[in-house]
């Protein structure tokens, strides 16, 4: 089992030129398994971990409802974002600057073979990690992602996830609010869920700007506890 993953940070890059990223990165791995269990090949599967910030773009998962996205491409054009339907479970989502995107890309069969466990996983890594800035974050009963103030008026989202998993593999991933343009969030329904706000941790900090690389730095910790593994 190979619990090694390799880090990569590819900074501001656009969304489409990612996904296409993930997908060679997770055909790759798919492929390697597929000659293992056929030929007995024992080649070792590799693992991937992708920071990057996307320019202004919402996505829609598999089972979104397009009404969620409460603008046209003409104001969409006007708000230099961008839209594209994707392979990953959950609603709508927006990604844009001041925001921090993590998609580890993992032959779960290297860490434990459990979708549900794996987003769990990455629920605690972003709770563990705002802990650490002293903010209390939760899970949201039948809401994937991390919330504040759950279970009251105040209730609030500070990061989305959507994943996509076979012959467990995993792709997308997580999106953080760290130094976000909230205003994009009034675009659309967030993830599907009427009457939930959006947050950002410069607002919870009340701070103009939080360094983005040592939230990184924390996350990473984190999930290398809770997988038990080793970047490189």
Known sequence: MNKKIELQDLGLKDYKETWDYQETLFRGIVDSKIKNRREDAGLITKNYFLFVEHPHVYTLGKSGDMSNLLVDQTQLKEKNASFYKVNRGGDITYHGPGQIVGYPILDLDNFFTDIH?????LEEMIILTLAEYGLKAERSPGETGVWLDVGTPFARKICAMGVRASRWVTMHGFALNVNANLGYFDLMIPCGIRGKAVTSL?????????????????????????????FV
Not at 117 to 121: D, N, Q, V
Not at 203 to 228: I, N, P, R, S, Y
């Open 202 to 230: 410069n607002v919870e900090l009340g701070k103009k700007e939080v360094d983005q690389a040592e939230v990184k730095t924390k996350l990473l910790k984190h999930f290398a506890e809770l997988f038990k593994a080793e």
């Open 117 to 121: 466990k794996y987003l769990r996983f």
